[in-house]
């Protein structure tokens, strides 16, 4: 079973930059999905972006243009570079894994999040 | 980008069912599996399905999972306290831009 683990968030005022980083083990960050969701305190779930096996990236349309999602296989580590960081980024950021199986008809599925870090707390203010 | 809906809450006494709803569209459930999770206080999401009705390893078979057309369906059975917790549905939505969506999430309350 793998495991996830944060770091990286903190107090930033508006305008400013954070790096997030998401160190894996048990699993290789490039064999699979790798997403990070946020959650304001108190409310639900919102994906914010995914790196996939082949190397693309994309984004929930509020942060396209600012943040970047990126890995370094060789230390199995996920990236959030967070750029002109505004309130409304406030929230609890998760790094996930989407499963990596093959479905009922054979064919490869990368969807489920099966592995989630305990999150790292990212307030702009 | 959507959402999927779902209701604010659902309630029952321990012992008996509650389904959830998660409503969407052709572009996400109806093209993608569906998975849900579950977020007790304080914790970090758990998955508790995939492909729509499989429970990973752990998962006990009072959970279950169903889909038709746009909308997905979570069960709970034998209603615990330990089942107090939020909710919520997910999929991918390759409409535009391949997004991974979530559903607005439930509180599940045992009275």
């Known amino acids: 079973e793998g495991q996830l683990v944060e770091s990286g968030g903190g107090l930033v005022q508006p305008g400013g930059s954070l790096r997030l980083s998401c160190a894996a083990s048990?699993?290789?960050?490039?064999?699979?999905?790798m997403n990070w969701v946020r959650q304001v305190p108190g409310k639900g779930l919102e994906w914010v972006s995914v790196i996939r096996i082949a190397g693309d990236t994309h984004y929930t349309d509020s942060v396209k243009g600012r943040f970047i999602i990126s890995r370094d296989n060789s230390k199995d580590t996920l990236y959030l570079q967070m750029n002109n960081l505004r309130a409304d980024d406030t929230a609890v950021y998760y790094c996930?894994?989407?499963?990596?199986?093959?479905?009922?008809?054979?064919?490869?599925?990368?969807?489920?999040?099966?592995?989630w870090g305990l999150g790292t707390m990212v307030t702009v203010s | 980008q959507s959402v999927l809906t779902q209701p604010p809450s659902v309630s029952a006494a321990p012992g008996q069912k509650v389904t959830i709803s998660c409503s969407g569209s052709r572009s996400n459930i109806g093209s993608n599996y569906v998975s849900w999770y579950q977020q007790r206080p304080g914790t970090t999401p758990k998955l508790l399905i995939y492909e729509n009705r499989k429970r990973p390893s752990g998962i006990r078979d009072r959970f279950s999972g169903s889909t038709s057309g746009t909308s997905a369906t979570l069960g709970i059975t034998g209603l615990q306290t330990g089942d107090e917790a939020d909710y919520y549905c997910?999929?991918?939505?390759?409409?535009?831009?391949?997004?991974?969506?979530f559903g607005t999430g439930t509180k599940v309350t045992v009275l």
């Open positions: 997910g999929t991918w939505d390759f409409s535009l831009t391949p997004v991974y969506v």
């Open positions: 048990g699993f290789s960050v490039n064999w699979n999905y």
């Open positions: 996930t894994r989407s499963m990596n199986y093959h479905d009922s008809s054979g064919f490869e599925t990368n969807d489920a999040f099966d592995i």
